[in-house]
């Protein structure tokens, strides 16, 4: 399966400090997505990452990439209760362009 | 830019009963993707169109599911009969070009009792 795997798969840190999630997956890739989803919710688009690109930023959100350890890394910096949410990456295959979402990754950010 | 529309919101049904789902994408984006996201995962694929085609739908078990998109824009995704394991949220997303920046509905989550 081409899904990736987040880890941990539960993160609690308080207001003001920085989240690390992490996503590994399986095979070659083009591209790598990183979506936010609030309970109860559609998920939401943070980042596009492509696998010739090594980091890159949005805001208060970092991302790399280092596709040869097939692995991603999502930093939120100066947290806030707000970005309370599960977190999901997600990757497609170098020859589709289908995306395929890993289990996720459930923050929680403690005012 | 009005958003991908998802109708309905909520809905609960028997099992054995059948359910569709309605979809309306952002105006022009010619990709539409159904996910289903069961409590705790992540959302997997289910179909994807390509304007009025199936690109892919290796994941959609077809004994039961089954979407169309007849005029290359909104598509319903339809259960006959619905299983109790088909409780999920039913995610619908579109996209320019297939596979960047998804934009997702807030999707219809389905109960089977």
């Known amino acids: 399966s081409q899904q990736g795997e987040e880890d941990p798969q539960a993160l609690s840190i308080q207001e003001g400090e920085n989240a690390t999630m992490n996503c590994s997956y399986k095979?070659?890739?083009?591209?790598l997505q990183w979506y936010r989803q609030n309970s109860g919710r559609g998920l939401v688009h943070l980042i596009l990452?492509?696998?010739?690109?090594r980091e890159k930023h949005s805001g208060r959100l970092r991302v790399t990439l280092d596709t040869s350890k097939k692995s991603s890394s999502l930093l939120i910096t100066a947290s806030r209760a707000a970005d309370t949410a599960s977190y999901f990456c997600?990757?497609?295959?170098?020859?589709?362009?289908?995306?395929?979402f890993g289990t996720g990754t459930s923050l929680t950010v403690i005012p | 830019e009005a958003g991908v529309a998802q109708s309905p919101r909520y809905k609960i049904i028997e099992k054995r009963q059948s359910v569709a789902f309605w979809c309306n994408p952002i105006?022009?984006?010619?990709?539409l993707y159904w996910y289903q996201q069961i409590l705790g995962q992540g959302p997997k694929l289910l179909i994807q169109?390509?304007?009025?085609?199936?690109?892919?739908d290796s994941q959609l078990p077809k004994d039961r599911f089954s979407a169309e998109r007849l005029k290359g824009v909104d598509s319903t995704l339809k259960i006959q009969p619905a299983k109790l394991e088909d409780s999920a949220v039913y995610l619908c997303?579109?996209?320019?070009?297939?596979?960047?920046?998804?934009?997702f509905g807030s999707g219809t989550r389905l109960t089977v009792v």
């Open positions: 997600a990757t497609d295959k170098n020859t589709g362009n289908q995306f395929y």
């Open positions: 169109f390509q304007n009025n085609g199936v690109v892919d």
């Open positions: 990452i492509r696998s010739n690109e």
């Open positions: 105006s022009g984006h010619a990709t």
């Open positions: 997303a579109s996209s320019l070009e297939g596979g960047y920046g998804y934009t």
């Open positions: 095979t070659s890739i083009n591209n």
